[in-house]
């Protein structure tokens, strides 16, 4: 496998997203520096002046640095008259250096005073939470959980060419394999497992896992003895476990790495269709005091298709399957996130029809605001997203054309919609609209697909 070496060490070049800021943070400015040596001439000149400390400290932390900041403002907690949502600044940039003790400490504190109060009162609370459940025995547990309808106009895939490849012949759509609308209740849920280690480096087991399962309306039922063109229900499962670290905590204390192993497995109308087990890893590096994130994943695993009667040909899929992911995340405005992804693809199989390259790129962004209705303060989320994705298969299928590989372009955008509705539950909405152009009509297909769900948080 020659094409493993190579996106081997195309990681190098790479760094992985891991985590949001915690705050809204604004990217620092140019002459940041300078204004850093200002601020702290003027708190030599007046070291009991409240305003002069917090604006040096705020400086600070727009220059990234946490630990300058954190000394700052402990400094004016020596003052009896120093406002009490220091010890809420404080409680973050704990937060965001990894000392979760020292955050629930002054975050506790912060609460336990009634001059803290509105925004302030409501971030603390929403991080003390946070805060709590990764200190508690055991490590933090953290997911979503959601239940939805779905509609689909083409959810199989089916050609939206007016004939399909047959040998390199022309034929004609069988009715039963034109496309057919179908909706489906789905079930998607995400958790997190957090246990940290307490040594220096933060090093941090991570574990997670992830589930989803669907059915659809016009489904057949549970069996495998022969070919279906109605959508089939689907299981997916996947997890992975690793720790997490900081390989150098006071040289760059905003990188971490995290290798791991994973396993998943596919079933389709209840019976097993792919079951795979590797391993990868997770890089992700933080700057421009939080507001900026880049990072990289790497992921091998040796994939198993089962040979199935109603899929033709399946276990010829089986092999290894690779990539490369790079992401980076900018907050371009508070609560306004821009972020760009470029994944690397390759699928080795046992037929070179289905041994592919791929190359996928996305661009998203999403807005946060207070809710326009005012029945509540929550924040109300919006984004939109879209890209392209372009696929290479290794050899033709002598069965659709002896005499042409097959090269996909495919095109998706979407939006979605979130409306809190408490704390812990919210509504979200959802469309998507998927078009792929082929140079085999095969599989040249349109698809769009709207949902509506509810997503409980904990």
Known sequence: MPRLRLMSSALVGGLFLGVAPVLAQEAPRANIDAQIDQA?????????????????????????NFEGAIAALERLL?????????RVELGILYYRVGSYGMAE????????????????????????????????PGGKLSGAVSIGLR????????????????????????????????????????????????T????????????????????????????KNDPQDLVALNATTGIRFKPSPADVPDLTLRPYIGASELLLSGNQYMASAGGGLDIAYAFNGGATLVG????????????????????????????????????????????????LRDHNADRPYFDYQGVEARVSYGLSYRNPLGWDEG????????????????????????????????????ASQAVPITQAV????????????????NYSYNNFMASSSFVFNF
């Open 40 to 64: 702290f001439g003027a708190v030599l000149g007046n070291p009991a002046n409240l305003q002069i400390g917090r604006t040096y400290a705020g400086l600070l932390v727009e220059g990234g």
């Open 105 to 136: 400490s002054y975050l506790t504190t912060a609460l336990a005073d009634p001059r803290v109060s509105g925004q302030v009162r409501d971030d603390a609370e929403k991080l003390l939470r946070d805060v709590k459940r990764r200190n508690a």
């Open 151 to 198: 509609g689909q106009t083409n959810p199989t895939a089916a050609s939206s060419a007016g004939s399909l490849s047959y040998g390199g012949t022309r034929v004609a759509i069988p009715e039963q394999s034109r496309r057919n609308g179908d909706f489906d209740v789905f079930l998607n849920a995400g958790a997190n497992h957090e246990w940290d280690l307490e």
């Open 426 to 441: 919210s509504f979200l909405l959802g469309v998507e609209y998927t078009t792929t152009d082929s140079n085999l009509p």
């Open 200 to 227: 220096q480096n933060s090093a941090t087991v991570v574990t997670t896992g992830a589930l989803f399962a669907n059915h659809y309306g016009n489904a057949e039922g549970y069996d495998s003895d022969s070919v």
């Open 78 to 86: 020596l003052d009896p008259a120093a406002d009490p949502s220091i």
């Open 379 to 414: 924040f109300w989320t919006s984004s939109v997203y879209g890209g392209p994705v372009w696929r290479a298969y290794q050899g033709p299928d002598p069965v659709v054309d002896p005499a042409r590989t097959r090269k996909d372009v495919e095109w998706r955008v979407g």
């Open 296 to 343: 990289a994943t790497y992921d091998i695993r040796r994939t198993f298709f089962e040979e199935r009667a109603d899929i033709s040909e399946s276990g010829g899929q089986s092999g290894y399957e690779q990539y490369l992911q790079l992401n980076a995340v900018q907050e371009v405005a508070p609560l306004n996130i821009v972020s760009l992804n470029l994944t």
